[in-house]
């Protein structure tokens, strides 16, 4: 019960933040605040052949900030979530985090972009085949400039990190930094090409665990803006090859893809694709090769009603140290989603989703429904 009590004092203290925060005048910044609250039934919340179910209660809360000025723009939000499990009370969780972006554009021709992020998570990891709990900080930015109508270059760098407070995973780490040539094939649509340096790491290892990630390559092409007549995103394209820090891994090679894609077919309906493959690290100390790809719907049916659905496939091959964790998973997904606006501010919700995962690791091979319903304020 205290834990019970203690969730719900929290999230009701963000909630009052929050409505404080919303109803001031910051100078020339914009509040936009959040709360919700959901309850949902999962049938497998640990994600492997075990198929626990349990039904899962969350509440959550937040603020953004955002204040634009002349060539400078920053967002810094703040939020909490909690969830309480009616079974498995030692999957309770409240979990905070922060962001903030910053965009710096001094001329048409030059523009910098900055974000940082931290956040606590509690979920069911894929990867893992369980519920993982872990402390993810994030740093990234970018530099652009045109040195002519025509061409220019993009700088970017990336670093991610992510502390795991469930024994026996590992520490995860990786930073990358890049550079693109820029040609402007018109005012809506850019093409790139360039090569991206990274390393990926693991840390804080079990026992006889070897570090599963090594030195990354990529060398992509690709374009960005207006694809096509109300077809708007981005298209990159290339080999990805990983030189691994631990012999007995050997080097690894694979197509690399990072699409996403917005096709406005009419005025109430919106197609998203979006499409990813490339190596990874995971907490089990293994190296993976993963693809993602999933095609959603938006469908505004009524003034004040939406439907959101999606199909999506995923592939992943892993491997590790002698052998343990490595497998070849592949499965499908469907989930669709009912949205109602009580009114401006206030809408309410109810989803459903199906996955199916094959493997040939029997601690993999699962199915898993679920269903919910959920209210959201905005304010």
Request: net charge neutral.
């Amino acid at each position: 019960m205290s834990k019970f009590v203690l969730h719900h004092a929290s999230v009701a203290c963000a909630a009052l933040i929050a409505a404080s925060l919303s109803a001031a005048e910051i100078g020339r910044s914009r509040v936009v605040s959040t709360v919700g609250a959901r309850l949902d039934y999962d049938s497998n919340i640990f994600v492997n052949n075990s198929e626990v179910h349990d039904w899962v209660y969350s509440m959550n809360g937040g603020v953004r900030v955002i204040h634009d000025v002349s060539e400078l723009t920053t967002d810094v939000g703040v939020w909490a979530n909690g969830q309480i499990f009616t079974d498995h009370s030692d999957q309770n969780s409240f979990d905070p985090g922060i962001d903030a972006r910053l965009a710096y554009v001094p001329s048409d021709k030059t523009n910098i972009k900055v974000g940082t992020s931290w956040r606590r998570s509690s979920m069911a990891n894929e990867a893992l085949n369980t519920r993982a709990k872990s402390a993810d900080f994030a740093l990234n930015g970018q530099w652009e400039h045109l040195a002519s109508e025509k061409f220019g270059a993009r700088l970017t760098g990336d670093y991610t990190k992510s502390d795991y407070r469930t024994a026996g995973y590992s520490d995860l780490a990786n930073y990358s930094v890049g550079v693109d040539a820029i040609y402007v094939y018109s005012p809506k649509l850019k093409a790139l090409a360039g090569v991206t340096w990274g390393e990926s790491w693991t840390s804080h290892r079990s026992f006889n665990r070897r570090n599963p990630g090594g030195d990354d390559t990529r060398y992509t092409v690709g374009f960005e803006g207006e694809l096509a007549p109300k077809v708007t995103g981005e298209l990159s394209v290339g080999v990805q090859k990983r030189s691994f820090a631990t012999a007995s891994f050997g080097d690894n090679s694979s197509l690399y893809l990072s699409t996403r894609l917005t096709w406005a077919a009419a005025q109430k309906t919106v197609w998203n694709l979006r499409a990813s493959q490339g190596l990874n690290v995971t907490a089990a100390d293994q190296s993976s090769k993963n693809f993602d790809s999933s095609l959603s719907l938006t469908q505004e049916l009524a003034e004040r009603l939406s439907l959101e659905g999606s199909v999506g496939y995923t592939r992943a091959n892993y491997s590790s140290f002698g052998g343990a964790g490595a497998r070849r998973d592949h499965g499908a997904n469907a989930r669709l989603r009912l949205n109602y606006a009580l009114s401006e501010s206030a809408s309410i919700d109810a989803s459903a989703g199906i996955r199916d995962n094959s493997s040939d690791l029997a601690t993999s091979d699962y199915q898993q429904f679920n269903f919910g319903a959920g209210f959201t304020y905005r304010f």
